[in-house]
């Protein structure tokens, strides 16, 4: 196996119902009240079943090798593993999004305040572009997604704003799960957020000796963002540049800012850890929080926001009382919600017009 090539995920985002006189009619069908009606086609098994991370939910055989049920799974973007006779199966006949470091089926159903956020029609549509870069850490070709406003103008310069995903999810998490480009371009349409470029890099990095994403600073520094201002007409002072992440991309971000204030003004933390939280990581670059005036003086937002059901909430709470009576300037807010792409589309959306005011 060659190490150093870059490999692409392919994913399809809508559902697809089979050929009938091939595959016959399956899929997953999202109904007007919000619950989800799957049916799949298994002559075989014994047992089909929808797991929402330990919560099963059993399809009925009726008859003829069909398996159906339809089921309140919850509202958003929701992953599952479709379970046959125990074994996880990806069916090509779900929409197959990238996460748990494993192409996985999902369904995205409605949310009502959420609603035309992302819908398709009728606004102007920016770009996502695909740039392989060398990197110096690695030693390979990295990957990055572009997103570039409806009415980009290479003879204009922008702000850019460095968008990380999270632990077992890649560069696509971010327009697919996240759908930040239709989120920006309604934001956009609606003159709510300022024109500018967002990066979407790779933040699982991998070396050629281990997968070690506490490396992607190192990337981000020393090749994403050279390559970024060589490729496309940005603002290089760092009042035009910011950085946000969701899960293991906050703390990436939280660790990036905060030893770089020269570098970035704007920081974005959403299921956000300032800390590690899963490893003993170096924290010299927390001792910024020990300088109240610098801090406020060097960002001009600082943004944390996490999700009310939230199972890291414990360790919110935990940076929530390291964080209090600094007198920080932090902005904080909650969504209903847990550590989900739901919350993260919510915390972009809310980010986006605040930045480079």
């Given at each position: 196996?060659?190490?150093?090539?870059?490999?692409?995920?392919?994913?399809s985002?809508?559902?697809?119902?089979?050929e009938?006189d091939?595959?016959?009619?399956?899929?997953a069908?999202?109904?007007?009240d919000g619950?989800v009606s799957?049916?799949i086609?298994a002559?075989?098994a014994e047992?089909?079943?929808?797991?929402?991370?330990?919560?099963?939910?059993?399809?009925h055989?009726?008859g003829?090798?069909?398996w159906?049920?339809?089921?309140?799974l919850?509202?958003g973007f929701?992953?599952?593993?479709?379970?046959?006779?125990?074994?996880?199966?990806?069916?090509?006949?779900?929409?197959?999004?990238?996460g748990?470091?494993?192409?996985m089926n999902?369904?995205?159903?409605?949310?009502?305040e959420?609603?035309?956020?992302?819908?398709l029609?009728?606004?102007?549509?920016g770009?996502?572009?695909r740039?392989?870069f060398p990197?110096?850490?690695?030693?390979?070709?990295e990957v990055c997604?572009v997103?570039?406003p409806?009415?980009?103008?290479?003879?204009?310069?922008?702000?850019?704003?460095?968008?990380?995903?999270g632990?077992?999810?890649?560069?696509?998490?971010?327009?697919?799960q996240?759908?930040?480009?239709?989120?920006?371009?309604?934001?956009?349409?609606?003159g709510?957020?300022?024109?500018?470029i967002i990066?979407?890099?790779n933040?699982m990095?991998k070396?050629?000796?281990?997968?070690?994403p506490?490396?992607?600073?190192?990337?981000?520094?020393?090749?994403?963002i050279?390559?970024?201002?060589?490729k496309?007409?940005?603002l290089?002072?760092?009042?035009?540049?910011a950085?946000?992440?969701?899960?293991?991309?906050?703390?990436?971000?939280?660790?990036?800012?905060?030893?770089h204030?020269?570098?970035?003004?704007?920081?974005g933390l959403?299921?956000?850890f300032?800390?590690?939280?899963v490893?003993?990581?170096p924290?010299?670059?927390?001792s910024?929080?020990?300088?109240?005036?610098?801090?406020?003086?060097?960002f001009?937002?600082?943004?944390?926001a996490?999700?009310?059901?939230?199972q890291?909430w414990?360790i919110?709470a935990?940076?929530?009382?390291l964080?209090?009576?600094?007198?920080l300037q932090?902005f904080r807010?909650?969504?209903?919600?847990?550590?989900?792409w739901?919350?993260?589309?919510?915390c972009?959306?809310?980010?986006?017009?605040?930045?480079?005011?």
């Amino acid at each position: 196996m060659n190490k150093n090539k870059v490999l692409d995920v392919s994913v399809s985002f809508n559902s697809y119902y089979g050929e009938p006189d091939r595959d016959g009619i399956q899929g997953a069908e999202i109904l007007p009240d919000g619950r989800v009606s799957f049916r799949i086609i298994a002559p075989h098994a014994e047992k089909v079943e929808i797991d929402r991370f330990g919560t099963l939910f059993q399809l009925h055989n009726s008859g003829n090798g069909v398996w159906e049920g339809t089921f309140d799974l919850g509202k958003g973007f929701l992953y599952f593993f479709l379970k046959i006779d125990g074994a996880d199966v990806l069916s090509p006949y779900l929409p197959i999004g990238y996460g748990c470091c494993r192409p996985m089926n999902f369904v995205d159903v409605p949310v009502e305040e959420m609603l035309g956020w992302d819908e398709l029609e009728n606004i102007p549509h920016g770009g996502i572009t695909r740039h392989l870069f060398p990197s110096t850490v690695t030693a390979r070709n990295e990957v990055c997604l572009v997103y570039t406003p409806p009415t980009f103008d290479p003879n204009r310069k922008y702000p850019v704003l460095y968008l990380q995903h999270g632990y077992g999810e890649n560069e696509t998490g971010w327009v697919y799960q996240g759908h930040v480009g239709r989120i920006a371009d309604h934001l956009l349409a609606d003159g709510r957020m300022k024109e500018m470029i967002i990066v979407m890099g790779n933040g699982m990095v991998k070396t050629a000796e281990k997968r070690d994403p506490s490396l992607f600073p190192q990337i981000l520094l020393n090749d994403l963002i050279p390559f970024i201002e060589s490729k496309y007409p940005v603002l290089s002072d760092r009042e035009h540049r910011a950085m946000a992440g969701l899960s293991m991309g906050s703390f990436q971000t939280s660790m990036t800012t905060l030893s770089h204030p020269d570098l970035f003004a704007w920081a974005g933390l959403f299921s956000g850890f300032l800390r590690s939280p899963v490893a003993e990581t170096p924290s010299d670059y927390l001792s910024l929080l020990e300088d109240p005036e610098r801090f406020n003086s060097e960002f001009k937002l600082f943004y944390r926001a996490m999700g009310t059901e939230d199972q890291f909430w414990k360790i919110f709470a935990e940076d929530d009382k390291l964080l209090a009576d600094r007198g920080l300037q932090i902005f904080r807010e909650t969504f209903p919600g847990g550590h989900d792409w739901t919350v993260w589309r919510r915390c972009i959306h809310s980010f986006l017009p605040r930045l480079f005011r």
